[in-house]
Each structure stands twice: as structure tokens, then as C-alpha cells.
């Protein structure tokens, strides 16, 4: 969610400089009202609990999406994993400027 805010944030920039925002999510489209509501994001949205967007990205070089799959996300409805944290930002000839994907295993578990 708060990598969600941080975008609404800058959205206004992109916007402005000629570009979109669209985001993909791993839930279920039944809570993205709820999502919407907490951040404030607006722009289009890709459901894709089946991480077919991340395939494809992943298979044309462009990003590599961390899917974690697990017992505990499979049980928070997460049938196919839950993806985490990425951007993508692409010029207009498809181009890539910029790309970050987290890497869950180099982030430590707050105490």
C-alpha cells in the first residue's frame, strides 16, 4: 500500500511530462475498490492474480517480478502467489529508462 501512495504522489509528474500510469496487482478485482479508497490511486489498474503480465515481461527481458509463493499466501487467497513490488517505466518507443524489482531475499524482516 505504500509503495501504492508514493505513486499516487508522483502521478501528477508523469502525468505532466507525457506519460501514464497503470498498475497491476496480484488481488482479487473484488478488492480493488478497497485498494482505491485507501491510496487515493485512480489510474487503470490490471488484475492479474494469475501473474500473466509478469510472465510476459519477464519473458521479453524487460522486468523480473518476485512472485512469492508460500503456504501463508496461498491461505490470504493468493492461489498463484502474490507478486511484490516493481516498476517499469518505458518510453514511448518501448525503450526502457528505468526498472526495480524488489528481491524479497535481500529485504530483512523488520523486528
Do not use: C
Given at each position: ?7 499516487v ?7 505532466a ?6 498498475a ?7 478488492h ?20 500473466v503480465?509478469a ?8 522486468l ?14 493468493y492461489?498463484?502467489?502474490l507478486?511484490?513490488?516493481a ?10 529508462m528505468?526498472?526495480?524489482?524488489i ?5 530483512s524482516?523488520?523486528?
Open positions: 500500500m505504500a509503495h501504492i501512495k508514493e505513486l504522489d508522483i502521478s501528477g509528474e508523469i502525468k511530462g507525457g506519460g501514464a500510469v497503470v497491476a496487482t496480484a488481488e482479487a478485482a473484488e480493488l475498490n478497497a485498494v482505491r479508497a485507501s491510496t487515493g490511486f485512480a489510474d487503470p489498474v490490471i488484475v492479474d492474480p494469475e501473474h503480465l510472465d510476459h515481461l519477464k519473458s521479453k527481458g524487460l523480473d517480478v518476485a512472485i512469492s509463493d508460500s503456504q501463508v499466501y496461498r491461505l490470504r487467497g492461489k498463484n502467489g507478486a511484490q513490488p516498476v517499469l517505466v518505458l518510453g514511448q518507443d518501448g525503450t526502457v528505468y526498472r526495480w524489482a528481491v524479497p531475499s535481500l529485504v524482516a523488520r523486528t
